[in-house]
């Protein structure tokens, strides 16, 4: 069916999808994740986020249409079961479209062991296995561009209850990014989860960093008012200032359909955001993402500044110059304005020529003024008499 969307009807089972309980490219299921009504409106941040399904050509024409800065920062998950599998028809789907994400996560990769062959041009991969019965794990994709560090203080004390991966993204200006990838394996304790889950939403809270946690979490948010648990866990990220970005069904069977998988976030300050769903059968989840319009730029883990070489024979050169300058032949004295711009283009001349640019070995390092205050009081003695009176 979803072969057919992209490349034209060839042949809809019309019976079938009269009889599914959920048609994603039907359904008129409210857009809008609607919070439980007893929660209280002052500890939380009342966020609506615009959440749809794209197949890749919608996706593609939707990011041609709306305004995205080469800088974004893109976020994408995937319930895959098997990444070994499953990887080429992964890095298929990441190729048809038009962003190269900052982060893939992948719940349930089902990696055995440390040896493995999943690894994707353009990105480092850092996963966390299952060590106590086969199936399960998750990994991150970060694009190499990106400078982080493994946080291995975010844990839980039993990763049967679930299993986390955590990493900060580190940030030359600006406050870091932790991102977080998730999965609860189901028939498991939901409060034991909670609880787990609550104590690391309190930690990420008190270091007031910008947080992105994506995954499986095997709670149904459509049935958050219904759910005690579900809604449990819904009130405890609004408590920390969290918010789903997706609200449409992530899983979808025959005679189901769920939303399980999600992308977690307190960050809103942004200019623009778009989420939702790839409607790709690579596994009986659909993937979910997240791009909005944060300068990645900042994320770069190097950013080459050049500065004046300003060092003691250099200035000297600088003044030395300066005296030896006939300012009375720059022309133009009749008219201020352009007497002015042609002693300014003179004298920056002189100064480009005696103190060249240099590239800072240290990273970030904040640039100086182009002209010191030392300098310019030099400059300031030893021009005035010979340019002023000139004008």
Not at 333 to 347: A, Q, T, V, W
Not at 359 to 381: A, F, I, Y
């Amino acid at each position: 069916m979803l072969y057919e969307l992209q490349n034209g009807p060839a042949h809809y089972d019309y019976d079938h999808l009269s009889q599914l309980l959920f048609n994603p490219l039907t359904s008129n299921l409210n857009r809008y994740l609607i919070r439980s009504e007893d929660i209280d409106p002052d500890a939380h941040v009342n966020i609506e986020s615009r959440c749809d399904y794209y197949i890749e050509d919608k996706f593609n024409e939707a990011l041609q249409s709306q305004f995205i800065r080469e800088n974004y920062f893109s976020i994408f998950h995937l319930n895959i079961r098997s990444l070994q599998n499953k990887l080429d028809d992964l890095t298929a789907l990441l190729a048809n479209l038009d962003v190269i994400f900052s982060l893939v996560g992948i719940t349930e990769t089902w990696l055995q062991n440390s040896a493995h062959n999943v690894d994707v041009n353009r990105y480092d991969f850092v996963f966390q296995n299952r060590s106590f019965k086969s199936g399960g794990g998750v990994g991150l994709y970060v694009s190499n561009d990106l400078n982080f560090k493994i946080r291995e203080d975010i844990r839980v004390p039993n990763e049967e209850v679930m299993e986390p991966l955590f990493i900060e993204i580190l940030r030359p200006q600006g406050k870091n990014i932790i991102v977080g990838i998730i999965y609860r394996p189901p028939n498991q304790s939901v409060y034991n989860f909670i609880d787990n889950f609550k104590e690391i939403l309190v930690q990420i809270s008190r270091e007031n960093k910008i947080c992105y946690l994506m995954g499986n979490f095997n709670l149904n948010l459509l049935n958050h008012q219904n759910h005690d648990a579900t809604g449990q866990f819904l009130d405890g990220l609004h408590s920390c200032m969290f918010s789903p970005l997706i609200t449409l069904p992530s899983r979808k069977t025959s005679h189901s359909a769920t939303l399980i998988d999600n992308i977690f976030t307190n960050h809103f300050e942004h200019h623009y955001r778009t989420a939702g769903l790839l409607l790709a059968d690579i596994s009986d989840h659909f993937p979910t993402f997240s791009i909005c319009s944060d300068d990645i730029s900042s994320l770069r883990p190097e950013e080459n500044i050049f500065v004046h070489n300003k060092n003691e024979a250099n200035t000297l050169n600088f003044l030395q110059q300066l005296k030896s300058t006939d300012w009375s032949q720059i022309p133009g004295y009749n008219d201020p304005k352009i007497c002015y711009d042609r002693f300014l283009s003179k004298f920056s001349q002189i100064y480009n020529t005696c103190c060249p640019l240099k590239k800072l070995k240290r990273k970030n390092q904040l640039r100086k003024p182009w002209l010191s205050k030392g300098l310019l009081k030099s400059v300031k003695r030893n021009v005035t008499s010979q340019s002023l009176t000139c004008m």
